[in-house]
């Protein structure tokens, strides 16, 4: 069948990102691992529904259907204490009146699963979109890669949402007969989006200054411009004596239980003051750490980067280069020269 290379190859594609994911440095994002797993298992059914087309897997594939948005939703967001009523509502209610209405109505489940997939693939699109509030119980280190990924899983979303609206009309108004090059068109389409996070995976790009200041708050301050100059020399101050950077697992939640101040407004300083987001600032004082133990110890780079609050060695580099311009090694032995040129002229 013409459709079935296409969904053999996303599928293989999904995988490479799963097991890069399992094996990097990094310590892998549990929502990150579970949408890849869920959109392993229902790529794999949807194959075989394709090639094999019984009554039986196409229960089990738009059973499966109606749960994968929702899955993918609690696997990127997490409930504060003042949203956590409404987020149940949001994870749990739109999933059961779809599996009732797939009971005792199935001619609508198609339309269904639309709502479905569309509804939480926009709402995930969005969340990824709107900057690192929506993620504070991610790690800090961590919260570029989640939100990257958070963002595969809107887009995944909203195309398997086009992909079934089309199919749909084409087994009402054509049989079906042109369902398998529908598939495979959105599958194309679908490729591109994953091949570029598999890139983004296994890249380590520097980011220049100039891409730190592209961050924009997120939200409008809830503290007037007067007062957040004043607000933020007090949280670095807290900061610096706290040593709270010196934490691999901080998180935005924890930062701002720490500082007394909600995450929203703490973000919405940093943003507004030193241009750029909570995690590049909580990198900055860390990189600072950094330089103070590589000009005064003799301490092997790895012990370093560990003493200063990074837990991988890649993530530590990348900073340092993007911070500091230059490698860590480099920076210590450019010092290292300089104090020697330093001793000769005296």
Not at 24 to 37: A, E, I, N, Q, W
Not at 72 to 88: V, Y
Request: hydrophobic fraction near 45%; glycine fraction near 4%.
């Amino acid at each position: 069948m013409l459709s079935v290379p296409f969904p053999v190859i996303t599928l293989l594609a999904l995988f490479l990102l799963l097991v890069m994911t399992l094996f990097s440095d990094k310590t892998p994002h549990r929502g990150t691992l579970c949408f890849f797993v869920a959109c392993i298992f229902m790529l794999s059914i949807s194959t075989l529904r394709w090639e094999y087309d019984s009554a039986l897997l196409r229960n089990i594939q738009s059973g499966l259907a109606m749960l994968l948005p929702p899955v993918a939703w609690q696997s990127f967001t997490s409930p504060n204490e003042s949203n956590k009523r409404r987020h149940l509502v949001t994870l749990f209610v739109p999933a059961t009146i779809a599996l009732v209405i797939r009971i005792f109505w199935p001619s609508a489940t198609d339309f269904v699963l639309f709502l479905l997939f569309f509804g939480y693939g926009y709402m995930l699109f969005q969340t990824a979109c709107s900057g690192e509030n929506n993620f504070t119980l991610v790690r800090l280190n961590a919260l570029s890669h989640t939100r990257k990924m958070a963002l595969l899983a809107g887009c995944f979303l909203c195309i398997s949402a086009l992909t079934d609206l089309v199919v749909a009309l084409d087994f009402a108004t054509n049989g079906g007969k042109l369902a398998p090059v529908i598939v495979v068109f959105f599958q194309v389409t679908m490729l591109p989006f994953i091949g570029a996070t598999i890139v983004s995976a296994g890249s380590k790009v520097v980011l220049s200054s100039a891409d730190s200041r592209k961050e924009k708050p997120t939200t409008r301050a809830e503290i007037p411009e007067s007062g957040q100059a004043e607000i933020y020399f007090m949280l670095e101050k807290k900061v610096r004596e706290t040593q709270l950077y010196l934490n691999s697992d901080l998180t935005l939640s924890l930062l701002a239980r720490k500082m007394g101040i909600p995450a929203r407004q703490l973000s919405s300083v940093v943003n507004a003051v030193r241009q750029c987001n909570v995690s590049q600032w909580i990198n900055h004082f860390r990189i600072e750490r950094a330089q103070e133990l590589l000009l005064c110890t003799v301490l092997p780079v790895t012990d370093v980067m560990l003493e200063s609050g990074f837990s991988t060695k890649s993530n530590f580099n990348r900073e340092f280069q993007r911070i500091c311009g230059i490698s860590p090694t480099l920076f210590r032995q450019q010092a290292s020269e300089n104090q020697v040129t330093s001793l000769k002229t005296h």
